[in-house]
């Protein structure tokens, strides 16, 4: 009999253990102040039922994080955008009573999200750039000086772009929005990122590829990863044209953006074996099998900013 009870008792031992555990980890993502997603050039919030930022918001909320995706122009210059960014970050603090917001921006969205950290950093407790344009990307450049200035072939192509950005915004239910694929090409182009740096200059390195204090002189803290790896998993199938495009490059780059020019502020890593695609967990989630998992590393940045008391 006593043998019975005890081994009945191992299950419920073994549920408290479990309970006890994960209410030790229900926090770990909980920051003080709210996450605000920024996506990247021709991106959305969520398009047909999938997120930009894929599984992220799920990482992160479970385990205590308040977490809010916006959606700005699909294209269009940085500024622009942050204006239109700025009015959602005041919504997201008028919701939630919160004093500040942390700020996760991808590709041209770190320019974004740096653009409202510099106009107002009295709402902002954080930049977080993933793969940021912080000085230019030789892609855009490239396709910049392979299109002349006001020629009938820029006209055409500014016409497919900003058709295909306002597919994007009807398809994730914010139709509406301007968009101009040529202001988003010229602020990612090496020169129209230097002039944006030069307006806003908080969190950027005094040098390529050089490093930058966490905290900048307007009191808000900056961070930044990136990969550093265009081809890392056959069976994704954006692999091949970041490979392509990587080649443009001439440095590790994660396909579109050299590891250099991703650096802003207190830099996490720059050259995890992801693609531009991957940092953001998509496609669906394929990524590099030896390498830790995108979802793993937001996680991460969100506790590293709980335990700076943000």
Request: with cysteine; net charge negative.
């Amino acid at each position: 009999m006593k043998l019975t009870k005890t081994l009945l008792l191992f299950p419920l031992l073994f549920s408290l253990s479990l309970f006890s555990l994960q209410s030790q980890a229900s926090d770990y993502t909980k920051t003080k102040y709210p996450i605000v997603l920024v996506h990247g050039l021709f991106g959305f919030d969520s398009a047909l039922g999938v997120d930009y930022f894929f599984g992220v918001p799920h990482a992160l909320g479970k385990d205590g994080a308040k977490v809010y995706t916006t959606q700005v122009s699909a294209a269009n210059s940085s500024e622009f955008r942050g204006e239109q960014l700025l009015l959602q970050v005041e919504h997201i603090i008028d919701l939630t009573g919160a004093e500040k917001v942390h700020l996760f921006g991808h590709s041209q969205g770190a320019q974004t999200a740096r653009y409202v950290a510099s106009v107002r950093p009295d709402l902002v407790a954080s930049v977080t750039s993933i793969g940021g344009v912080n000085w230019g990307s030789p892609v855009a450049d490239l396709v910049r000086n392979k299109v002349p200035d006001g020629s009938f072939s820029e006209a055409i192509a500014e016409g497919v772009f900003n058709a295909l950005a306002t597919i994007i915004d009807f398809v994730s239910g914010n139709a509406g929005n301007p968009q101009n694929s040529l202001e988003s090409l010229e602020t990612l182009t090496t020169e129209g990122t230097l002039a944006f740096n030069a307006k806003y200059p908080e969190g950027v390195p005094s040098q390529y590829c050089g490093n930058a204090n966490m905290i900048a002189d307007n009191g808000v803290y900056y961070f930044s990863w990136s990969g550093g790896k265009a081809f890392t998993n056959m069976f994704d199938p954006t692999d091949a044209a970041l490979t392509a495009t990587s080649l443009v490059i001439g440095e590790t780059n994660d396909g579109l953006v050299s590891s250099c020019s991703s650096r802003l502020g207190y830099v996490i890593k720059d050259n995890y074996k992801m693609n531009h695609i991957d940092e953001v967990n998509h496609t669906f989630g394929i990524h590099h099998l030896f390498e830790t998992d995108p979802l793993t590393v937001f996680r991460q940045q969100a506790n590293r900013l709980k335990n700076l008391g943000l």
